[in-house]
């Protein structure tokens, strides 16, 4: 069954999102950080007259920081609250078949909570990520 999915670049590697998961994607100006907030949090900033979380997408995962002060971000929203998920590019959007994830495969760090499986885009694959998987793993972050 072909779905839709946004292609992004997170950590080096191509990664494709549910449209579902996506409101919006958008170009983060000032943020303003939180103290005591996890390292994965960047801080926070006005979004159309709201207050978004911005994450370092690349420090949820338990990697690198994502490099920049002006970003793209993908806009989702997990139990009631705004999160723009800092991302190093946006590709595409596209329909793909999903694939299952093969017991093979061995997801290593904050990819292992958020890979739900693959598509793959000219001979390239790439991991699924459940966004919202990203939000619970902040408070571990730290």
Known sequence: MTELFLVARVAGRGVAIETSQVRSVVDIGDVVAVPGAPAAIRGLAALRSRVVTVVDTGLALGLAPTAGAGCRAVITKVDGHDYALIVEALEDVAPFDRLPLSPGIALDRGWAVVGTGLVER???????????????ELATAA
């Open 122 to 136: 000219d001979g390239e694959p790439l991991l699924i990520l459940d966004v919202a998987a990203l939000v619970p």
